[in-house]
């Protein structure tokens, strides 16, 4: 089975700020990589789709990139809206498998 | 609009069982894969099973043999049958539409396994 794993954890930043966010999987899954956003109490989000594509409505200022194990997302001038866990998605091969999370906290 | 709405979710003994459904509407179901996935209090996604056409279904090693996806295409509906619950199923159960990476979400349904 494919592990995701994203770091950091957690990361505070003031509004404005550019973060990024990094998942790795433990082995290739070409651009089969999702984003999702899940703010507290609410269902998930997806953000971006095919490692880089974003789903429609989505805010420009969300990016994603890369390809194979090594991908991230950023977010470009950060929103307080922006305050939730981001999640990255394989889906290559079955089982499918999340990354732990990364909470995202505003100043 | 692309709805998904989940019921079902409920208080169920260990052991027990419960089946979940899925109503759909806004897409015709039978040109997507379906999804769920569930959220334990205070953790992270866990992708449990999709459904890809009537008779494919795959599953998470922790459900396989205890759960099954379902589906009926002429009631846009989409099912989870659970079986021999646990402690540890207690979570927030979403669909999601397999299109895209997961394009679509419910809101989720709760169950609770206790005694």
């Known amino acids: 089975d494919i592990q995701m794993t994203q770091s950091p954890s957690s990361l505070s930043a003031s509004v404005g700020d550019r973060v990024t966010i990094t998942c790795r999987a433990s082995q290739g899954v070409s651009r089969n990589l999702g984003w999702f956003q899940q703010r507290p109490g609410k269902a998930p989000k997806s953000l971006i789709y095919?490692?880089?594509n974003l789903q429609s409505g989505v805010p420009s200022r969300f990016s994603g990139s890369g390809s194979g194990t090594d991908f991230t997302l950023t977010i470009d001038s950060l929103q307080p809206e922006d305050s939730a866990t981001y999640y990255c998605q394989h889906y290559i091969t079955y089982p499918y498998s999340f990354g732990q999370g990364t909470k995202l906290d505003i100043k | 609009e692309v709805q998904l709405v989940e019921s079902g979710g409920g208080l169920v003994q260990p052991g027990g069982s419960l089946r979940l459904s899925c109503a759909v509407s806004g897409f015709t179901l039978r040109d997507y894969a379906m999804d769920w996935v569930r959220q334990a209090p205070g953790r992270g996604l866990e992708w449990l099973g999709r459904t890809s056409g009537r008779y494919t279904a795959y599953y998470a090693a922790s459900v396989r043999g205890r759960f099954t996806v379902s589906r009926d295409d002429l009631r846009n509906s989409f099912y989870l049958q659970m079986n021999s619950l646990q402690i540890d199923d207690t979570a927030m159960y979403y669909c999601?539409?397999?299109?895209?990476?997961?394009?679509?979400w419910g809101l989720g349904t709760l169950v609770t396994v206790s005694s």
């Open positions: 095919d490692a880089s």
């Open positions: 999601a539409r397999g299109h895209n990476s997961f394009d679509s």
